[in-house]
Structure formats: structure tokens, C-alpha cells
């Protein structure tokens, strides 16, 4: 077991005998939220843990550095980005996914911007933002935040 | 509201089960003609999977504490006009809190709109709420680690507040432009 997953399940267990010793009524009814949301997000993911079996057992390393990887160039870059503002993956998921490509020859670049436009761009809410913020602001926000993903890729490309 | 966002997640539930069922047969199918190729894609998924379950059921508890605890009526109290770094800063904590997914976040911002909130703290709100959401970080930190995790979210933080402030300025501008052409 890895640092990470100890330090995750340690401060999820310490916000919960908060929570408990704080308010034991609402602390049940946040352990059936998460019980909920838990069931819900599992069928996705062995949907997306079936999917990087195929993709890491399938797919030769050759050709996944090819597209995604250092030597795609910039157009590698703008295809992943594409991918993630319009795929509507959910962000908890994306992750493994990432890390899966990252493993079998994606750049650090395409990693980075692949999840940044993944989460922060919305082509299937985009109708949604702009019925309440207003067309300025939401395409503003969707358009600008395209170039920070790929702005955020470059530079983690450079120092990682 | 509520029952609209009941319906989204039902609709949600039912395409996971689709496209489960997609990669499913199709697995099934590739395994079946390259037999030689089971013992790669089943460790593989596995071991992703076993990664997955041990880190999901902490984060739907702290998905699940944040959403009773902190209800969505706090989040617009603290969201009003306050201007400059106290104002970006609270922006910044209030969608970076669990509290659900992002088109519950659209209606939040418009009201907060209405109320004279600044354009700039809204568009640091929805932005904190798509991609600096605790869990999420929590996630990165278990797949692709410490470093890449830090990094990526100093240059989203400090490039957020730039895009903020950068659409308000811009908003502002063409209201003058506006204005100023109306006979």
C-alpha cells in the first residue's frame, strides 16, 4: 500500500470522528450520501478499469507515444485537449485513466492538459452555463480556460 | 431543482450501465480471439481496481460529510461582493468544497451574479468548482503523485485568478463600449 491511499483513508477517517462527535444524526446521513454516490460511480469505474486493461494489454506503447506522447508535437496536444473539453468523463475516474497513459508513453503534457480541459471545460454543460451566466461570461470563461489547460501542460512538460 | 438533479443522475446511471456493458462485450470478445493476451489485462485492470476501492470509499465519505455539513446556503452567504484577495480567496475555498457536481454550481454562481457579486469571483468559483475540488486533488495524489499534483495545481490556482480578472476587465470594457456608442 502506497503513501497516498494511507494518508487519504487517514484524514477521511479523522473528518469523520469530527463529524460523529459533532452531530451524529447528520453524520448518518452523510454515510448514506457516500454510500450512494459510491454505488453510483462503480459501475464507471470497472467500465474505465476493463477500458485501460484493453488499452495498456492491446495498444503497443509504440503507437500511444505516437499521438500522446513527446514526440507528437503540438497537434498531439490540441487533439488531447479537444478530447477532454468535449469527453464528459467523471473527474474522479479520469485520473486512472491518466496515470495508465502516462505509464504506457503519453507525455507529461498531454497528461496534464488531457485532465485540466477534462474537468475545467463543459461542451455538455456549455447550453447549461450559458442559460445562467450568459453567453459573455460562459464562453469567455470555456474559451480562455482552454488555452490555461494547454498553458499548464507546457509548463509541467518543462519542469517535470 | 432537486428532482431535476434526481432525473440527471438516473439518466447519468443508466449510460455508465451502457457503456459498461459496451466495454464489457467488447473485452470479452478481444480476450476471446487472443487468449494470450488475458494474463496482461487482467492484472492490469486489477491492479487499477484494487488502487480504485482502496482510496473511493474514504472519498465518498468526505464527498458525503461536505454535503451535509456544508450546505449550498453557506456557500452564497460568503460568496457576496467581497473584492480583492479576501474575496478571490473565499471564491477559491467555497468550489474547492465537495458539495456536488457542476451544474449545481451554474445556478449557485447566477444568483450569486444577481446579488452583485463581482465577475471575477464567480468565474474563480466555477473554476475551483470544476477542477480544484478536494476529492479530485485527493485522487491525482493516489495516480500520478505528489509532484504532479502540486504543480499542476500552484499553475491552475494563480492561472484561474488571471482568468478571472481578465474576464471582469474585459466585461467591463465592452459595457463601456456600450455606452458610449449609444446615441
Redesign the interface.
Known sequence: MNMATVIINVFALGCLIFAFIKDRTKTRMALVIALRSFVRILPMVVAIVIFIGLLLGFVPKSVISEIVGEQAGFKGILVVAILGAILHIPSLISFPLASSLLESGASVTAVAVFITTLTMIGVVTLPLEIRELGKKIALLRNGMSFVIAIVIGLIMGRIL | MKKALREG?RK??MT??V??GF??I??IV?LSI?PD?RG???T??WG??V???????????????F???VPKEIVVRYLGKDAGIKGIFLAMIMGALPTGP??IA??I??VL?KKGAR?SN??IF??AW??I?I??E???????????ML??LI??IG??IL?GL??EW??GM?KKIEVNSKP
Open positions: 443522475q447519468d446511471t455508465d450501465l457503456f459498461l466495454v464489457s467488447v473485452a478481444l487472443f493476451r496482461v489485462v487482467i492490469t485492470s487499477f481496481f488502487e480504485m476501492i482502496s482510496i473511493l470509499p474514504a472519498v465518498m465519505v468526505l464527498i458525503g460529510i454535503a451535509v455539513f457542476l451544474y451554474f445556478p454562481a447566477s451574479l465577475v464567480i468565474v466555477l473554476s470544476s477542477c475540488k476529492p479530485q485527493l485522487v491525482e495524489l493516489e495516480f500520478l503523485g505528489f509532484k504532479f504543480v499542476r499553475l491552475t492561472l484561474v482568468m481578465t474576464i474585459m466585461i465592452w
